[in-house]
């Protein structure tokens, strides 16, 4: 069974300061994606990672696909309280009937003003 | 409105009852995934459609069960309802099954079971 574990579970930070969230599996993935979700709504796609070592920026935010396609990082600079949330990642195998996603243990955000 | 429309978006129901669910993709989208979201299961993968084909079983009780209709609405059974099937049960859409392709959530059905 695939397992995607994020740390940390909880975050509580003031605006303006800078984290990093960590999603990390001991199974390859051929891609990985990233969402928020917000209390009440289904989750958000912010990014979508496919070759080992891709960077993507996204504004403020900075996602890392590691070499070997088993982890991931978020960095999210100058957080803002718009940036609080559950922070999810995902990961996809293809080659087969179906792209489902296993997601990760989350990391919940709060940005306090 | 991300494009994927679940209802009802609250039921409250007992136990031992059945309840269906319901989602309409994005326009244009085949695939279909169920998920189901608790505090302390996080989100599970449920059932995957696509065009119709149920293409991926995950987690899913035998009480549940699910359909994709030839206008590519879907609908997520649930029977024998037990105080645990208590959950955000949410459906996603995604235009192919290929690499690279993200998901679009609807915002759940959050169903209690009392």
């Known amino acids: 069974t695939q397992l995607l574990e994020q740390s940390p579970q909880f975050l509580s930070i003031q605006e303006g300061e800078n984290l990093t969230v960590y999603c990390n599996s001991s199974?390859?993935?051929?891609?990985l994606q990233w969402y928020r979700q917000e209390p009440g709504e289904g989750p958000v796609l912010l990014v979508t990672?496919?070759?080992?070592?891709e960077v993507k920026k996204l504004k403020r935010l900075t996602f890392q696909f590691g070499d070997a396609r088993k982890d991931s990082s978020l960095h999210i600079t100058a957080a803002q309280p718009g940036d609080t949330g559950l922070y999810l990642c995902?990961?996809?195998?293809?080659?087969?009937?179906?792209?489902?996603?296993?997601f990760g243990t989350g990391t919940l955000l709060a940005v306090q003003p | 409105d991300s494009g994927v429309t679940q209802t009802p978006k609250h039921l409250i129901t007992a136990t031992g009852q059945r309840v269906t669910l319901r989602c309409s993709p994005r326009?244009?989208?085949?695939?279909v995934y169920w998920y189901q979201q608790s505090l302390d299961q996080g989100l599970q993968f449920l059932i995957h459609?696509?065009?119709?084909?149920?293409?991926a079983k995950g987690n899913i009780l035998e009480r549940f069960s699910a359909q994709q209709f030839p206008d590519l609405h879907s609908e997520l059974n649930l029977s024998s309802l037990e105080l645990g099937d208590s959950a955000l049960y949410f459906c996603?859409?995604?235009?192919?099954?290929?690499?690279?392709?993200?998901?679009?959530f609807g915002s759940g059905t959050r169903l209690t079971v009392v």
């Open positions: 459609y696509y065009n119709g084909e149920e293409r």
């Open positions: 995902a990961g996809s195998n293809y080659g087969g009937a179906t792209n489902k996603l296993i």
């Open positions: 326009s244009g989208d085949l695939s």
């Open positions: 990672v496919v070759t080992g070592g």
């Open positions: 199974s390859v993935f051929s891609s």
């Open positions: 996603a859409s995604s235009v192919a099954t290929g690499k690279g392709y993200g998901y679009t």
